[in-house]
């Protein structure tokens, strides 16, 4: 069974600062790793998703995301992080079955002025 | 292009009463459906999948349930809704052949707060 902790519960940060938002994942099998996005009152977002190949991924918004098969993590990065992009980030994991995507609890990113 | 539909997006229903929260998708056929549930301050929980018309698979006993009357509709309901029902309700569908690869796409939600 695959499972995702996400290490930081709330991240502030000010604007324009970098901002890496962290999580680690647990599988027995091979992974497909995602990052979503959630605004105040909306459904998740894809972010930016890792499937093979290169190990570090581009989403939207400027965000990325390398995979590290080693330390089983998948952290999210920012160079410089806007106002806008104050919201609740989820780390998800799929690794085979219908239903088998694991969410991690999220991690609120505050960006203050 | 695939879009998803929730309706409504927000509901206040008292303690007792009945329950029934609508997801629909367009722009694809046979997708995979599902209802999370989303408690405040806390992750996703999977309520409910959906492979086909008619086949429903519970991830969580409780007082929900789930119905698929059509290809590309998916329904929650409840005959009693208990206080700790309240929580924010979302629909997601998935391509279906590439299961694993394939990402969750999301409704907008529906906030539901029962008193």
């Known amino acids: 069974a695959q499972s995702v902790t996400q290490l930081d519960s709330q991240v502030p940060v000010f604007e324009e600062a970098p901002v890496e938002l962290r999580c680690n994942y647990s599988?027995?099998?091979?992974?497909?790793l995602f990052w979503y996005v959630q605004y105040p009152n909306q459904g998740l977002q894809l972010l930016l998703k890792y499937l093979s190949g290169s190990t570090l991924v581009k989403g939207i918004n400027g965000f990325e995301a390398e995979f590290n098969k080693s330390q089983t993590s998948f952290h999210l990065r920012k160079p410089s992080v806007h106002i806008s992009d104050t919201a609740e980030y989820f780390c998800?994991?799929?690794?085979?079955?219908?239903?088998?995507?694991?969410f991690g609890a999220g991690t609120r990113l505050t960006v203050k002025p | 292009s695939q879009t998803i539909h929730q309706w409504p997006a927000t509901l206040v229903q008292p303690v007792g009463s009945p329950l029934s929260l609508e997801c629909t998708v367009e722009?694809?056929?046979?997708?995979?459906l599902y209802w999370y549930r989303q408690a405040a301050g806390r992750g996703l929980q999977l309520l409910f999948y959906s492979v086909g018309i008619g086949q429903i698979s519970s991830e969580v006993p409780q007082n929900l349930s789930a119905s698929r009357p059509q290809d590309r509709q998916f329904i929650l309901s409840s005959k009693k809704l208990l206080l700790s029902d309240s929580g924010f309700y979302l629909c997601?569908?998935?391509?279906?052949?590439?299961?694993?690869?394939?990402?969750?796409?999301f409704g907008n939600g529906t906030r539901l707060t029962v008193t």
């Open positions: 997601a569908w998935k391509r279906q052949g590439a299961e694993r690869r394939s990402p969750l796409h």
């Open positions: 599988s027995s099998v091979s992974v497909y």
């Open positions: 998800a994991v799929s690794g085979g079955g219908n239903n088998d995507m694991r």
């Open positions: 722009g694809t056929s046979n997708p995979n």
